[in-house]
């Protein structure tokens, strides 16, 4: 998978943070009932709300890898319009579009 240069320097310069980072994602995954996919699709919602591109990014290759379809990831986009705002929809719609077609 993907990472990005940044991830990368943060990872080799601070490691233990790093780990330590990996494993609360780790446990908060396995604190609940809900399956992976969701989790991703859910975590790409909230990436939008942050406005974060790196996130949507990763998040919406997240969600691919966990079988998400396109249409699924592209119908949770459409849905952050009445929360986030019809610019913010647009951007995130941008990054998922740029996603998927090097998925394609």
Do not use: C
């Amino acid at each position: 998978m993907y990472l990005p240069k940044m991830y990368e320097n943060f990872t080799s310069k601070f490691p233990e943070v790093s780990k330590a980072y990996n494993q609360l994602g780790i446990s908060t995954r396995e604190a609940g009932p809900l399956d992976q996919k969701v989790q991703d699709l859910i975590k790409l919602g909230i990436a939008m709300g942050a406005n974060s591109r790196g996130a949507v990014m990763s998040h919406t290759r997240k969600a691919l890898a966990s079988g998400a379809t396109p249409e699924e990831i592209t119908h949770a986009v459409l849905l952050s319009i009445t929360t986030t705002g019809f610019p913010n929809m647009i951007a995130a719609m941008g990054w998922v579009d740029e996603v998927l077609e090097k998925q394609s």
